[in-house]
C-alpha cells in the first residue's frame, strides 16, 4: 500500500516571502500521479498543483510549483510570494495510474502566512 | 455548476441512531468516493465506486454503507453511531480517464454524542 507522509505539522511565512512544503511518498510503482489540495477555513478541498509521475519536468501554475524527485520519492511544494489567502491547510496526495483513481493523503501541514 | 454537493452540513447524533449522509454531483463522474477526516490527520478512504451499481471498500469501512443506484447520487449509511465516527466526512467526484482531478463537496461536520 502507498503512504505519503508529510513531516512539518505547521509551517509560518511572512506575507511576500517563500516557503516550501515538504512531502514523501512511499509506493513500488512507477506510473502515478501526485497532487497538492489546499484546505482553507471554508473545508473546501481545492487543486492547488498536479504531477505526473511519468513527466520529468517540475509542474508550475501561477505562483506554485513543486519539486518532484522520483528516485527519492520527494514531492515538495513551493509558494512564492506568499499572500494572507494562502494560509490554510496543505494536503499532498497520491494516485496510482491504475484502476480506482483513489487518493491517499498526506496528514498535512498548516501554513500561517504572517502580514 | 453545483459540482460536488454534501447534505447536511453539520449534524450532532446520538450514540447507537443511524442516518445518512447524502451526496450528489452533476458532472457525469463515474468515480466517486467517500473519505473522513479527522481532527489534524488527512483524508482517510472508507468507500468509493466506480460508477452505478458498483461500489467497493476503502482503507476505513467499518461502520458503514454505501449504496450507486445512479451515476449521481452516493449516499453513505452510519448504521449505528459510535462515537469514533465523530468527523468530517467529505464527498468527492472524478472522472474515469487519468489525470483528472478530484472535486469535493464542502464536507459534513458529524458529532457522535
Known amino acids: 500500500a502507498q503512504t505519503v507522509t508529510q513531516s512539518q505539522p505547521e509551517m509560518s511565512v511572512q506575507e511576500a516571502e517563500t516557503v516550501t512544503l515538504s512531502c514523501t511518498y512511499d509506493?513500488?510503482?512507477?506510473?502515478?500521479?501526485l497532487f497538492w489540495y489546499k484546505q482553507p477555513p471554508s473545508r473546501q478541498m481545492i487543486l492547488v498543483i498536479r504531477?505526473?509521475?511519468?513527466?520529468?519536468q517540475n509542474a508550475t501554475e501561477n505562483r506554485f510549483s513543486v519539486n518532484f524527485q522520483k528516485a527519492a520519492k520527494s514531492f515538495s511544494l513551493k509558494i512564492s510570494d506568499s499572500q494572507l489567502g494562502d494560509a490554510a491547510m496543505y494536503f499532498c496526495?497520491?494516485?496510482?495510474?491504475?484502476?480506482?483513481?483513489?487518493?491517499?493523503f498526506g496528514g498535512g501541514t498548516r501554513l500561517m502566512v504572517k502580514p | 455548476n453545483a459540482g460536488v454537493t454534501q447534505t447536511p452540513k453539520f449534524r450532532i447524533l446520538k450514540i447507537g441512531q443511524s442516518m445518512t449522509l447524502q451526496c450528489t454531483q452533476d458532472?457525469?463522474?463515474?468515480?466517486m468516493y467517500w473519505y473522513r477526516q479527522d481532527p489534524g490527520m488527512g483524508l482517510k478512504l472508507i468507500y468509493y465506486?466506480?460508477?452505478?451499481?458498483?461500489?467497493d471498500k476503502g482503507e476505513v469501512p467499518n461502520g458503514y454503507n454505501v449504496s450507486r443506484s445512479t451515476t449521481e447520487d452516493f449516499p453513505l449509511r452510519l448504521e449505528l453511531a459510535a462515537p469514533s465516527q465523530t468527523s468530517v466526512y467529505f464527498c468527492?467526484?472524478?472522472?474515469?480517464?487519468?489525470?483528472?482531478?478530484?472535486?469535493f463537496g464542502q464536507g459534513t461536520r458529524l458529532t457522535v454524542v
Open positions: 468527492a467526484s472524478s472522472y474515469s480517464i487519468n489525470l483528472s482531478e478530484a472535486f
Open positions: 509506493t513500488s510503482e512507477s506510473d502515478y500521479y
Open positions: 504531477q505526473e509521475a511519468y513527466k520529468q
Open positions: 496526495a497520491y494516485r496510482s495510474a491504475g484502476a480506482g483513481n483513489m487518493l491517499t
Open positions: 458532472m457525469n463522474h463515474n468515480y
Open positions: 465506486s466506480v460508477g452505478a451499481g458498483i461500489t
